[in-house]
């Protein structure tokens, strides 16, 4: 089985899911500033084309850096916590061998 991870405790899963929040909340608007600076090249270089083509940009660009800070976060949040501690490695010795 495993340890008993901090996550189980509630005020440090609380500051841990604080702070996961606080990350997103500062990289929705960071990939908005770089929507709007990739709308505003995109225009600069072909002109107006289509609105579908500015909103699909638009979603995939900005879809993207949320679904990389949103894992990331994730990677930081369960390392930063001590989660990743707290497993039990079963191949540990196999591995040393």
């Not at 440090?12 to 770089?34: D, E, L, P, Q």
Request: glycine share 10%; aromatic share 10%.
């Amino acid at each position: 089985m495993h340890g008993r991870s901090p996550l189980d405790d509630p005020e440090n899963a609380r500051f841990a899911w604080a702070r996961y929040r606080a990350i997103m909340k500062g990289m929705v608007a960071f990939s908005t500033v770089v929507v709007g600076v990739a709308l505003g090249v995109l225009y600069w270089q072909i002109g107006f084309v289509s609105i579908h083509l500015y909103i699909a940009s638009a979603l995939g660009i900005w879809l993207t850096i949320m679904l990389m800070a949103a894992l990331m976060g994730l990677v930081f949040l369960s390392s930063g916590t001590g989660h990743d501690e707290s497993i039990e490695d079963r191949l540990g010795d196999e591995r040393n061998r």
